[in-house]
């Protein structure tokens, strides 16, 4: 199937309340055409460069996401049009994302990542330094961020019945976090894991986001 079908046959299986980020990472920009002309609007980037060469060559009215490692010095080069980084795993990379904001006159979406994965190779939080982050003076002065959720990754495994107890951790972890910090923040909505390997899990588990790559435009091209 092309990509096209590929994108109407996951669109038939994930309920509409269920956000599908295009993850185009390595592709070109005719596949994202190809993509947004069957009205696929959510893309996601996992490196800084690859966005910023590809956003000015696609329509305005994509939304892109930023779904990899941030380092706080590429910042600046999203900040006039990234609609949400999802990746946010430290107080220092929040401040250089409402600094570069705040010159842009934004607010930018953030999700806070966490670590759920076996693997030690992977980034994010955990509960200890995710309260850290929010009972903190400092992001009480943020002002042109906006935490919308949280974000993470499951195993690379077989192993479903893994897979289901780290998203359902994940959405403990939200579930905690919107108690405790956000309860009247109506912003604080998404839940983003499942990825094409795990993404029907993820929607079991309660997922508001799925990030599906080879799922809808075949492997990778290096």
Excluded at 10 to 38: C, F, G, Q, W
Excluded at 83 to 111: F, P, T, W, Y
Aim: charged share 25%; aromatic share 8%; with cysteine.
């Amino acid at each position: 199937m092309g990509i096209r079908e590929n994108i109407n046959k996951i669109r038939n299986e994930i309920p509409a309340h269920v956000k599908l980020v295009a993850v185009s990472k390595t592709r070109p920009v005719s596949d994202l055409m190809e993509a947004y002309e069957t009205g696929q609007r959510l893309f996601g980037e996992n490196k800084a460069q690859e966005i910023i060469n590809k956003q000015p060559l696609l329509p305005e009215d994509i939304e892109w996401h930023f779904i990899g490692h941030l380092q706080t010095n590429k910042v600046k080069y999203l900040a006039p049009f990234i609609n949400m980084i999802e990746a946010v795993d430290s107080l220092k990379l929040l401040e250089e994302i409402n600094r570069q904001a705040a010159k842009m006159g934004r607010v930018i979406n953030c999700l806070l990542e966490f670590h759920i994965a076996g693997e030690e190779t992977k980034f994010g939080l955990d509960i200890a330094g995710a309260n850290e982050i929010l009972g903190s003076p400092e992001f009480g002065g943020l002002k042109n961020i906006c935490i919308c959720g949280v974000m993470g990754m499951a195993s690379f495994t077989d192993d479903s019945d893994q897979i289901h107890h780290e998203f359902g951790h994940l959405r403990d972890i939200f579930n905690d976090l919107k108690k405790r910090y956000f309860g009247f923040d109506s912003r604080f909505k998404e839940i983003s894991m499942g990825m094409t390997g795990d993404y029907q899990v993820a929607i079991e588990e309660g997922t508001t986001i799925v990030r599906i790559g080879s799922a809808i435009f075949g492997e990778r091209c290096y």
